[in-house]
C-alpha cells in the first residue's frame, strides 16, 4: 500500500508560480512511476504530467508543457510540480497518482494507476 499527501496548493494570481510536493510513505518509492492529474469543477480528470521511477523521463500535457516542471526526490520520497505562468484555465484540484512501474517509462492514463492522494486546490485568478 502507498499512501500519497499532497501539498502546496493555494490561490495564486495569474502569472504566479506555485510549487506542489506529494509526499509518499509505504513501499519503495522508487519503484512507482507518478503523474500529476488535474479535475476542475464540471470538467473531466485531465493528465497534467508524469515522471519515471528513474526521473529520467518525463512527459506533459500539451497545455501545460514550457511551463510546468515534474521533478522527484526519491531520498525523500516525494515528487513536485514547478508550475509557473500559471493562467485561470490553470484552477483545478491536482492530485498525484503512483504506479508500480518495471521500465523507466511515463503513463498518461488515469487508469494506469494504482494509488491516488486527495488532491490539493489551485486557483489562479485574472
Known amino acids: 500500500q502507498v499512501q500519497l499527501v499532497e501539498s502546496g496548493g493555494g490561490l495564486v494570481q495569474a502569472g504566479g508560480s506555485l510549487r506542489l510536493s506529494c509526499a509518499t510513505s509505504g513501499r519503495t518509492f522508487s519503484m512507482y512511476a507518478m503523474a500529476w492529474f488535474r479535475q476542475a469543477p464540471g470538467k473531466e480528470r485531465e493528465f497534467v504530467a508524469a515522471?519515471?521511477?528513474?526521473?529520467?523521463?518525463?512527459s506533459y500535457s500539451a497545455s501545460v508543457k514550457g511551463r510546468f516542471t515534474i521533478s522527484r526526490d526519491n531520498a525523500k520520497s516525494t515528487v513536485y510540480l514547478q508550475m509557473n505562468s500559471l493562467k485561470p484555465e490553470d484552477t483545478a484540484v491536482y492530485s498525484c497518482?503512483?504506479?508500480?512501474?518495471?521500465?523507466?517509462?511515463?503513463?498518461?492514463?488515469?487508469?494506469?494507476?494504482?494509488?491516488w492522494g486527495q488532491g490539493t486546490q489551485v486557483t489562479v485568478s485574472s
Open positions: 497518482a503512483a504506479k508500480y512501474a518495471r521500465y523507466p517509462r511515463t503513463y498518461s492514463e488515469g487508469g494506469d494507476y494504482d494509488y
Open positions: 515522471i519515471s521511477w528513474s526521473g529520467g523521463v518525463t
